[in-house]
């Protein structure tokens, strides 16, 4: 049972537009979210985070949005920069457990096209 | 500032062997974790610790284990090596629960099973 789902294997943008990725989730009693960026033969390097108590955390270029209801989220990137092409990663936090355990989408590629 | 350093960074096996995956870090960090990433998957966790001689399993702990005898340290230990085991493998580390469950990632182990 995949909890939190990226269903965009890949995302073509050009250089200086917007790049908007998605990501769904199932379970309701996540508290927190987070998109993590990877480049190849690289670990996963965090990039932004949204508390499920607010609809939108902005950092620079980088804003995600939170929409409970519709228990989706997504990633703005504007504008997009050919150093932003890497895999991202959507993750998801369970409220209660005892850890920072995460449950991770399984990816969106973006390239973005100079 | 290493962070999260991770040994070694490519491994090939043949079925049957044993070998030991190193993760170190020198955050402080009391929690730690093992996650493995498959092709076109998202990053599965195998073990996690959340101090010194404390470890529990993940979504996927079968055919490792794992020990926690210093809070830097947090070694993987495949056993019996199976093809299914070929994957890239991530330690991560993160401070106590709290905040917004931000882990810190090596730069990955890739492992072959042949």
């Known amino acids: 049972d995949q909890q939190v789902k990226q269903n965009s294997p890949s995302l073509s943008v050009q250089e200086g537009r917007i790049s908007i990725l998605n990501c769904d989730y199932t379970n309701s009693m996540f508290d927190y979210f987070l998109w993590y960026k990877k480049y190849p033969a690289e670990g996963p390097t965090f990039l932004i985070s949204i508390s499920s108590i607010k609809d939108k955390n902005e950092d620079g270029r980088f804003t995600v949005f939170l929409n409970k209801s519709a228990k989706h989220l997504s990633l703005h990137i504007v504008p997009s920069q050919p150093g932003d092409s890497a895999v991202y990663f959507c993750?998801?936090?369970?409220?209660?457990?005892?850890?920072?355990?995460?449950?991770f989408g399984t990816g969106t590629l973006l390239a973005v096209q100079p | 500032n290493a962070g999260v350093t991770q040994t070694p960074k490519f491994r090939i096996l043949k079925i049957g062997q044993s070998m030991t995956l190193q993760c170190t870090q020198d955050?402080?960090?009391?929690?730690m974790y093992w996650y493995r990433q498959d092709p076109g998957m998202g990053l599965k966790l195998i073990y996690y610790?959340?101090?010194?001689?404390?470890?529990d399993k993940g979504e996927v702990p079968n055919g490792y284990n794992v020990s926690r005898s210093t809070t830097e340290d947090f070694p993987l230990r495949l056993e019996l090596a199976a093809p299914s085991q070929t994957s890239v493998y991530f330690c991560?580390?993160?401070?106590?629960?709290?905040?917004?469950?931000?882990?810190?990632f090596g730069e990955g182990s890739r492992l072959t099973v042949l």
């Open positions: 991560a580390s993160s401070p106590e629960r709290g905040g917004g469950g931000e882990l810190f």
């Open positions: 993750a998801a936090r369970n409220y209660g457990g005892a850890t920072n355990k995460l449950i």
């Open positions: 610790s959340v101090g010194a001689g404390i470890t």
């Open positions: 955050m402080n960090h009391n929690y």
